[in-house]
């Protein structure tokens, strides 16, 4: 069953702030393109199969790996939300849900 998927205002923002991290760093968008082209994979993916992701210590909440990237994602009946994108090399202490 393919669910809709909303997003929290912190995922988008994560998610064009990694892009972005990318097309400065390396003066280019082509890196930014490919790694964009991976992350809508996995949300088509997390819309039609959410329970692929890794459970988390968080009730209903999931996980999808993307490189180097968590997106962390809540299941609900009608829809599934993407909460963040989280960057791995990261210290994980930051990580707040």
């Known amino acids: 069953m393919l669910r809709e998927v909303k997003w929290s205002t912190r995922a988008v923002y994560e998610w064009v702030d990694i892009l972005e991290y990318w097309i ?8 930014s393109l490919k790694l ?7 949300f088509d993916l997390i819309a039609k199969s959410p329970e692929t992701g890794k459970l988390t210590d ?30 791995s090399r990261r210290n994980p202490k ?4």
Do not use: G, H, M, Q
Request: aromatic content about 16%; proline content about 2%; charged content about 35%.
């Open 24 to 31: 400065n760093r390396n003066k280019s968008n082509s890196y």
């Open 36 to 42: 964009d082209r991976l992350f809508k994979e996995k």
């Open 58 to 87: 968080f009730p209903l909440v999931r996980i999808k790996i993307v490189r180097d990237y968590l997106i962390s994602y809540r299941i609900s009946s009608e829809y599934i939300e993407i909460l963040a994108i989280w960057d």
């Open 94 to 97: 930051k990580f707040k849900l």
